[in-house]
């Protein structure tokens, strides 16, 4: 799906978002019982969520309506508490490059939506308070 929002194909975003919340109820759970980092499931549903939400965000054809802000945000913003990248990685036994680690967590991707978010907003209304 985010290849095709990457190519013009556009979705109807409230049920996306709502499937997105839903996803993020369950990796929140997930994390809050979980024995370990290595047993997560849900941590690739929600990169690929946050993937998709930043392919919507960026003009053209394909990008979200306004009219999302509200639920594009909360989705956006609140990724679970993942375990830290470095944490991650040691517990596995797995040395890293700071790229890698970039690029296949929630966290770094997180903040990359975020500003995604912003950028998406202000473009949709250069007046608008960001802080709202």
Same mark, same amino acid.
């Given at each position: 799906?985010? /290849? ?9 975003? &409230? ?38 939400? /930043?392919?919507?965000? /960026? ?40 790229? &890698? ?32």
């Amino acid at each position: 799906m985010i /290849q095709a929002v990457r190519e013009g194909t556009i979705l109807d975003w &409230e049920p996306v978002l709502r499937l997105a919340s839903w996803a993020d109820s369950q990796a929140t759970a997930e994390l809050a019982t979980a024995p370990g980092p290595d047993r997560l499931e849900w941590g690739g549903t929600r990169l690929s969520t946050l993937r998709l939400l /930043q392919a919507g965000f /960026q003009p053209g054809a394909a990008e979200a309506p306004v009219s999302v802000r509200k639920p594009a945000w909360r989705s956006s913003s609140a990724p679970p508490l993942t375990p830290c990248p470095d944490d991650e990685a040691s517990a596995n036994g797995q040395e890293r490059s700071p790229g &890698e680690l970039a690029i296949n967590h929630v966290r770094p991707i997180a903040i990359d939506t975020a500003v995604a978010f912003a950028l998406w907003v202000r473009r949709s209304d250069p007046e608008t308070d960001l802080a709202s």
